[in-house]
């Protein structure tokens, strides 16, 4: 037999393959001609006849599928994805397993943090506290600072606090409070000169310190506090003396003395001003007089006398006179309350204390206060007088905060306003009492002339 015999029959074969195929297509609903369906997997299909043909996709109405029953034959892939012959005719087989059952397991979620409301906050803001004080003399300036410095109550160090470069001079421990002094042009002052003053500019710096040696925190910030002393160009403020050939009016006005008088509301130490004057019934009002002279010899300062009113005008009605008859305090004797003034420690200060009250039937709870001060020298032979005191009662008594008792036997009667005129009063009256006589005795003597020269004549 020839090659082309054999060819021949292979052809043959081949087209009856194809037409039992097309047969068995047409016959199977669920048949894809795109699928290609291997030659020997049809043989095998042939051999054994019971097993149904593979479903290409899952239907649920297709009652052959049964999953439990029946295997499945499933073709070898290539690699490229296309079904490949079994050349030894075995196939693997696998149990499709049916519908898969939900997972039920979770991942743990976290915990919900709580929701915190809304809560009612002011930021408090820091008020600067009121803890510098400064004098200017001649030719110095003079700073005191509470170590109580930002009103916190924390004492601060002393060396945390410098003047322009220059530590403090002195310390009242029990006050805690840090002294200053310095020249004009020293502790690194700057000198503005303007068109009518002389400007002398200080620096106060706090520089915070570690808490502890090694620990490196600190619980304050630095600050800085301005210090100025204004000095007019329009006097003469040199203490040399002037030798001009004539006298000008500088130094003219330069022997006139001036005082700055000063009537103040006090903290409770007497150390500062109060920085409010809202004051409580039952509370105790702190009041300082003082002056500041130029040049001048040592003197007391004196308050003559003190009316308050519910206006500005020291006249108007009503109005209550708590200090009078030349520096009589009659508020602890009218009202029986804890007025008084206090021991004096200074000349150019003169101290008070006022219990506060208000007018009755009065619309407006505003006291306006208005005193009259006056200086007198504190050298002998008598610096204290009856027109010059501070008599306060206590215990059913008068006592002077100069320690001179005697000088307020007056204050319950009238204090003399011309005590130091009555020298000149009582030679007045001599001088007037023998000029009248004198001039009796002229009239007189006339009289006894004429009345002799009628009878002569």
Known sequence: MGFWQVGLGLVFLLVLDYSEALWRGKSNSHWIPSIFMPRALSKFQKIDSRMPPIPQKYDPSNLVFTPEKFPVQKPARSDFKKPSQDVLGVQSKELLLGPVQKLTWRFPSLPEEPTQPSVPFNLRRPVPAKSV????????VYVEVMQDFFGNGKPLKSSAFTLGGCT????????????FESELHGCGSIL??????????????????????????????????GIECHYSRKHNVSSDALMPNWIPYAASKAAE?????????????????????????GDIINIEASVQPYRHVP??????????????????????????????LVDAKLTGSRSHFMPRTQGDKLRFQ????????????????????KVSTATPPTPISPEQKACSFSANKWVS?????????????FCSTRNGRDPMIKGLGLFLFFYFSFLSLCTAFLTICLFLRSVVG
């Open 354 to 373: 006022l219990e506060t009250f208000r007018f009755h039937q009065a619309g407006s709870g505003l006291v306006y206060i208005t005193c009259i001060l």
């Open 192 to 225: 503005t000169v303007t068109e009518d003053e002389l400007v002398y500019t200080f620096k106060l710096v706090y520089t915070p310190q570690e808490v502890l040696f090694g620990v490196p925190i600190v619980r304050s910030n630095s600050a800085v506090v």
């Open 133 to 140: 004080a400064a004098r200017c003399a001649e030719n110095s």
């Open 257 to 281: 003395e001036i005082f700055v008088f000063s009537l103040r509301l006090m903290t409770d130490d007497w150390q500062f001003e109060r920085p409010s004057n809202q004051y409580f019934l």
């Open 401 to 413: 905060a100069d320690g001179s008792d005697q000088v307020c036997a007056c204050c319950d009667t």
């Open 168 to 179: 403090a001079t002195g310390e009242d421990t029990s006050a805690q409070v840090l002294l």
């Open 299 to 328: 003197i007391h300062v004196f308050v003559d006398s003190c009316v308050a009113t519910t206006v500005p005008d020291a006249a108007s009605i009503p109005r209550y006179s708590f200090i009078e008859n030349n520096g009589c």
